[in-house]
């Protein structure tokens, strides 16, 4: 049976999708917009371009769901003038109705960008696209279990569902892959801070660090493959 996926309203005005029979949904509660600016673009994106100012990035997403950690992406991209090379996996693409259904077209209507929301949302799958002069997108329909890249990253966006949804992507396995998948001086970043998560990322071989939490959460990760 396929999941029954319905957009909710979340505390700082965007919608997400909810999940309701992993009671999951794609984004905090607290706020879509504001999780995914504060863990990934800011803790993220933000991070590694202030260690490596002025070099392109190549960024592998785990999680593509309703596109708008890959928008926000373009949309830093386009403010900073940086090259962003961007790759997104995603097993189970929601249908077209239930991207419409979240309305970023209104909430991103006065962002300068090269496209709409909605536009972007329909670029073609399974090929390396260039959005704008900053920002080009290879959207992946695959499981990251069985994704072979032939090269690595600088930059690794977590945003699997929770432990109790997917545990198979939170395993020892999969944080081993991801520092195979990293450059060196790459980093990883989850909204994530489970203590299973951490040491898993440790013994893969990476360095990591709690750090404060978007709104809702206390805490949240990031590590750095020495």
């Not at 399974?126 to 994704?147: C, Q, R, T």
């Amino acid at each position: 049976m396929k999941p029954i996926r319905h957009a909710i309203l979340t505390k700082d005005g965007s919608s997400t999708l909810r999940i309701e029979e992993l009671k999951e949904t794609y984004h905090s509660r607290h706020g879509a917009v504001v999780e995914s600016e504060f863990v990934y673009i800011n803790e993220g994106l933000r991070f590694w371009m202030e260690k490596n100012p002025s070099k392109p990035c190549r960024v592998l997403e785990l999680g593509y769901g309703t596109g708008l950690m890959a928008y926000l992406s373009l949309l830093y991209a386009q403010k900073h003038t940086i090259e962003i090379e961007y790759t997104s996996l995603e097993a189970f693409p929601l249908k077209k109705q239930e991207l419409e259904s979240l309305n970023y077209n209104r909430l991103f209507q006065d962002n300068n960008a090269p496209t709409l929301f909605d536009e972007f949302n329909k670029i073609e799958w399974e090929k390396l696209v260039a959005v704008s002069p900053y920002f080009k997108l290879n959207k992946k329909e695959i499981k990251f279990e069985d994704f072979t890249p032939s090269f690595s990253y600088d930059l690794i966006f977590y945003d699997a569902f929770g432990f109790h949804a997917q545990p198979e992507l939170w395993s020892q396995e999969c944080m081993t892959k991801c520092y195979e998948l990293s450059n060196h001086g790459g980093v990883w970043v989850s909204y994530c801070a489970k203590g299973s998560v951490r040491r898993g990322l440790e013994q893969a071989g990476f360095k990591t660090f709690r750090l404060p939490g978007p709104p809702g959460k206390r805490e949240m990760l990031r590590a750095i493959k020495p």
